[in-house]
């Protein structure tokens, strides 16, 4: 590529840092259910479009809310007294010549579909209501799609960086929560809700986890049946960490917000095992990055992929695209301990050629940047020389978005 720049970064990675700081919302977090569900009408859309189009046409569904509804918690199980709210925006492509779209229809089918499969206790018919505020997309915008080729234009002028690999640190909270959210671990603790957040800080080999998670009401007997039942899941936790990691120390701090003898106001309960039942609200972007965490020393991206098109939307694509360059050329390149992928569009110009393709690397001792920078070129090369490739499994949802 002309304008790829490789630079060597004098850094330790992320694991040889003094400090780190990670977070995680996980599945049932109000603004994952968000991201997810967006993410998920993009790509059923992209479907239907290219079902009746061959190609897929102009959307971009990044502006979506989850309102939270209302709730009585109660011992043994209490009610929804509101529902929540899904609105989604933003824009897409309606109508083709004399055939409809029916993008509100596809919308809900979707989110309902998701909603069945990852959240036990929601029932999309009775605990949702949806809005829609999706409009047609701007002329410029949509003329974009009309300019056909192999490559569509840049939607946008838009920055993207990724890295890999995960540290160790990443890779514990990633596991975690998807050992919490388990159907194995469900079965065993029924009390335990899909609204699961981790936050970790570790200090040299010494880690500190603080795990939100909301507890189902109706498994809960009592406030000493909710105390008990705690116990046994901070001991489940702290058994996986120490029979899978290798820290020196980890402390962790389940549902830090509980105090005893102030009833229900003292317990973290939900009635549907998420805080969007009553307690809080969703919004695209403001979840973990599109490889799963929320890293705090790292840079990231403000671009909020999900919900985005797959074809034209560089904040969806390059945001993506720059964590799979690091991954392949930390995976594919010796020497490279860990790696930094920017990369910056400029609004109109095809997407296979960024105006700023840089990676930055950190080495091992005794590695020349002169040595790997052929390879690094060559990896990065390969995977724009296959973009379409990539767009078309983000269209299908063959790559997921954390």
Known sequence: MDNLIVDSLRLRTM?????????????????????????????????????????????????????????????????????????????????????????????????????????????????????????????????????????????????????????????????????????????????SGEDIKIMGFRQGSRLTLTVAMAFVDRFVESEADYFRKKSEIHDAIKGFLDSNYGFEDVNVNLNALDARERGI????????????????????GRGNNVVGVIPLNRPMSSEAAAGKNPVSHVGKIYNLLSYRLARDVCGSVSGVKEAYIWLVSKIGQPINEPDVCSAQVILEDGVGLREVSPQIEEVISAEFDRLDEFCMDLALGKIKIC
């Open 265 to 284: 106001g003292g317990l973290y309960l939900t009635v549907l095992g998420t805080s969007a039942d009553t307690g809080d609200s969703g919004q695209v």
């Open 15 to 191: 694991d040889e840092q003094a400090m780190e700081v990670t977070e995680r919302k996980g599945l049932g977090h109000p603004d994952s259910i968000c991201d997810a569900i967006m993410n998920q009408v993009s790509v059923e859309l992209s479907k239907e479009y290219l079902k009746r189009f061959d190609t897929i046409l102009h959307h971009n569904l990044d502006k979506g809310l989850v309102g939270a509804g209302g709730s009585e918690v109660a011992f043994g199980g209490g009610r929804i007294t509101a529902p929540m709210l899904i609105v989604y925006g933003d824009r897409a492509t309606f109508d083709v010549g004399d055939e409809h779209v029916p993008v509100f229809e596809i919308a809900k089918r979707s989110t309902k579909e998701w909603m069945k499969k990852n959240l036990r206790f929601v029932d999309p018919d009775e605990h949702i209501k949806y809005q829609s505020v999706i409009k047609p997309g701007a002329a410029s915008l949509q003329d974009i799609f009309m300019r056909r080729g192999k490559y569509l234009g840049a939607n946008d002028t838009s920055a993207a960086v990724g890295y890999a690999p995960y540290s160790r640190m990443e890779r514990l909270i990633l596991d975690l929560e998807g050992h919490l959210n388990s159907p194995g671990f469900k079965r065993d603790y029924p009390e």
